[in-house]
């Protein structure tokens, strides 16, 4: 995805023009995603990961956003808690990042592909009681 696509989303052009940068969308879908309980963070993908340390900030981190001829496609790495149903937080996550998009941008999403890369286990190491003489 080119840093230059923006979309228009101005109905009435008698004011100017309103454009939306992906990189907005990439924001408010991970903001929308990390609200759903069960969700523990977000996590880019291989490239995303790669970018980051070579110095770009990604600050859609776990969010990837391409715009194709048909629309908006949206795709969501995922680390999910440990214990909860992946398919039921996987739709809460669709549900939320659609809605949020809708309210904010009055943009229509086409697909959003959840993509759970890991479970979060909650560590419960037990502390090492010591004796007392």
């Known amino acids: 995805m080119s840093d230059h696509h923006l979309l228009n989303v101005s109905e009435d052009s008698s004011l100017g023009r309103v454009e939306i940068a992906p990189e907005v969308i990439e924001v408010i879908a991970g903001i929308a995603a990390n609200e759903i309980s069960g969700v523990a963070n977000m996590r880019g993908n291989i490239a ?5 340390r070579l110095g ?3 600050h859609g981190k776990g969010v990837k ?3 194709s001829e048909e ?3 949206i795709d969501v790495y995922t680390v999910l808690d440990y214990g909860i149903s992946i398919p039921k ?3 809460k996550i669709q549900d939320s ?4 998009l809708k309210n904010m941008t009055a943009l229509e999403i086409i697909e959003i592909n959840v993509h759970v890369v890991a479970i979060q ?3 419960k ?3 090492p009681k010591t004796e007392t003489k």
């Open 65 to 67: 956003v391409e715009l």
């Open 89 to 91: 937080v996987a739709e």
């Open 48 to 52: 995303s990961n790669v970018t980051e």
């Open 56 to 58: 770009k900030k990604k």
């Open 71 to 73: 629309g908006i496609l």
């Open 125 to 127: 190491t037990v502390e």
């Open 97 to 100: 990042i659609r809605s949020t």
């Open 121 to 123: 286990i909650e560590d």
